[in-house]
């Protein structure tokens, strides 16, 4: 999108969405720069950033004499029937980690899932 050397493009409106390949820090910034955004795919084998996200998700307990964490997460799941399966599909999302990780002007994370349902009837 944006390779070395190249001259710097005014990316209002538009968002990158990137996997592995790229050196994201570098990338993010320079997308932040031109005034984009990014989306990144982040995979299990990205230990730091991933740990990060995977226990900002799970289930938090409460301790005895003290308040529960914050959360602000957002929710969405459809599920659709076709093709005698159901699938399901779902994403939350939080801003918690924006002020927690040093990513160019991070804004959210989101944990996605899709799966099938099993039928009653198979």
């Known amino acids: 999108m944006l390779p070395p050397g190249s001259r710097q493009r005014d990316l209002r409106g538009v968002v990158g969405s990137f996997d592995a ?11 932040v720069q031109a005034h984009g955004a990014y989306l990144w795919t982040v995979k299990e084998n990205e230990k730091g950033f991933y740990q990060d996200i995977e226990v900002l998700f799970q289930p938090h307990r409460k301790l005895a004499g003290t308040s529960a964490p914050p959360m602000d997460f957002r929710r969405s799941s459809t599920v659709e029937k076709g093709h005698g399966r159901l699938d399901k599909r779902s994403i939350i999302v939080s801003s918690l980690l924006a002020d ?23």
């Open 21 to 31: 390949m790229f050196d994201r820090r570098a990338l993010s910034l320079k997308i």
């Open 100 to 122: 927690y990780s040093d990513w160019p002007e991070l804004a959210q994370v989101a944990h996605r899932w899709s799966g099938k349902v099993p039928m009653p009837w198979g």
